[in-house]
């Protein structure tokens, strides 16, 4: 057939397609390499030094240290919350979104279409316009500036609704469904062993979305917390960044806290790569 | 899941199907609510609730009076003095100039770039796609934040690998190009992802009927290529102006180190300070409810525009 005609020239390089490729991910991976060479260079190195020179002795250990022993290593402790946030928030909101988007999906009930006329407006709203009347009220019960006021608002995720009622529709058969109820199985039997099993992949997707929202989020858990011993890496560096606009010493502080900040969301990025099927965050499912 | 309910699967329609249909859902019909409860249970509490609570501050004031006994303050109905207020406040409307500005930067360079990646990424005899796929959507997981500090460092005089201390990256013109190219960073790997399976998803013989026709692979692209992904095309314009519309983390991380980026520089900006640096909720809440009410009017009619364009592309 065709390929078979296309073959001899798949050989030939395109450098004009080539070269633009290779010039944005130079353009993308630039910043994170310079940071990687940044963060090997102590105060005094960091000003003077040829930039693109990275030192090669013990000055990341050095700095990472001294990073560490900020404030009693409160670093740390912005990262273990960065880590808790994502995690529980993720797999909650995950939760909630499978179940309602399966009910949406599966069953026809009274308001079914309103609901999810009215969670999808939910994504239009500007985050700040909740933020504050959010962070007033949950002052009035006393739950500002805690964990339960950081992770609780993100648990409601018009977008995870969404693709999990796309994903129901798309791998859980009707015909299965009534097959287990012919069956005798209940209708919560039917859901916890056909529904999400077959929702499986596309969970873990809406999963890793929320994770990333919820890692990258800095304007909530900015405007909730007072007390920094809660802050999320995100709010922590830019805190850790003020103060360095008074005290430049704190800047390579900055720098290897961004370089700690950013390594562990690139490794689970590479890890998970098989589940950032684009086409299921785009909810185009066939 | 049992073999047996496979084996029912199999079976040819006859009287299970029709007592299927008649218990049906119906059956159970507390269950999907028991489903959706959480979901509303959530939407109630953390978002119609402030909605209300907003809209309701937007309309009070906090009227303090000072006696001989220390000042007392109460709040009392305030009718449209906040709106008018914050109507009339000229940093709501400068803010809001900026903001369409930086819109005016980003989302045709996102778009472009991203559009341009995906071509290239398509084109027949293009090496290290996969290397350049992963590069280019990389950033997507760094945070806003972290990327401004990122890109902070790189435009700092004292740091900057990349001449900062012969360009002022932070000049009151040059600082919409410097929040502009963080925003770019972190948007434009998403976006070519989506065009890219779109592209993917095309029916590969167009393409060979083109080539018969003596199409150069610059003239497929110009010609097959982008008129047929222009769905994905409106979709990624969608979410730019979106994204747009909510600007906040990137220049706000980097007024530390922007004296020309101002603690009201974009709207977000403008009604955080109002309401935590100024303690002026009421305000606050007005110019949210009135900042929602655009964003919501400039989603809808965006949002049916790429709805009628992608429709009438199907035709």
Known sequence: ?286 | MSSETLTRLADPPGTGQVRAARRGPSGHRGFPYLLVLPAVALLVLFVIAPGIYALILSFQTRHVSGGLLGTTSETVFAGVDNYRNALGDGTLWSSLLHMLLMAAITIPFTIGFALLFALCLDALRARLTRFARLSIFLPYAVPGVIATLLWGFLYLPATSPIGGNHINFFGQVAVFFSVGNVVLWGAVGFNMVVMFTALRALPRDIYDAAKIDGCTEWQIAVHVKIPLLRPAILMCSLFTVLAALQLYNEPNTLRPLANAISTTWVPLMKIYTDAFVNSDINLAAATSVLYAVAVLIISVIASRLVARRASGWSR
């Open chain 1, 1 to 286: 057939m065709t390929t078979i005609a296309l073959a001899p020239q798949r050989k030939r390089t395109g450098w004009l397609p080539t070269g633009i490729l290779v010039l944005g991910a130079v353009y993308c991976l630039f910043p994170v390499l310079w940071i990687l060479i940044a963060s090997t260079k102590s105060r005094g190195e960091l000003f003077a030094t040829s930039t693109y020179v990275p030192d090669l002795g013990l000055g990341i250990v050095r700095n990472i240290g001294d990073l560490s022993s900020y404030s009693g290593g409160i670093f740390w402790q912005w990262m273990l919350n960065s880590v808790i946030y994502a995690l529980i928030g993720g797999v909650l909101a995950s939760a909630v979104s499978a179940c309602c988007g399966y009910a949406l999906a599966k069953y026809r009930f009274r308001g079914a279409g309103a609901l999810f006329n009215v969670i999808l407006a939910g994504v239009l709203l500007p985050p700040i316009v909740l933020a504050i009347p959010q962070y007033l009220l949950l002052s009035k019960v006393g739950l500002a500036d805690s964990y339960a006021a950081v992770i609780l608002p993100q648990l409601f995720n018009p977008y995870g609704i969404y693709l999990a009622r796309i994903y129901a529709n798309a791998s859980v058969p009707d015909e299965l469904l009534e097959a287990g109820r012919l069956d005798g199985a209940g209708e919560g039997t039917l859901f916890l062993s056909v529904g999400l099993r077959l929702m499986g992949p596309g969970l873990v997707t809406i999963f890793l979305l929320q994770f990333i929202a919820i890692w990258n989020n800095f304007l909530l858990p900015f405007v909730m917390l007072s007390s920094d011993s809660k802050f999320p890496l995100t709010v922590g560096l830019y805190s850790l960044l003020q103060h360095g606009a008074d005290e430049a010493s704190l800047y390579s502080l900055v720098i290897v806290g961004t370089l700690l900040a950013v390594l562990p969301v690139i490794v689970l990025f590479l890890s998970l790569q098989k589940y950032w099927k684009v086409d299921l965050v785009s909810g185009a499912v066939k």
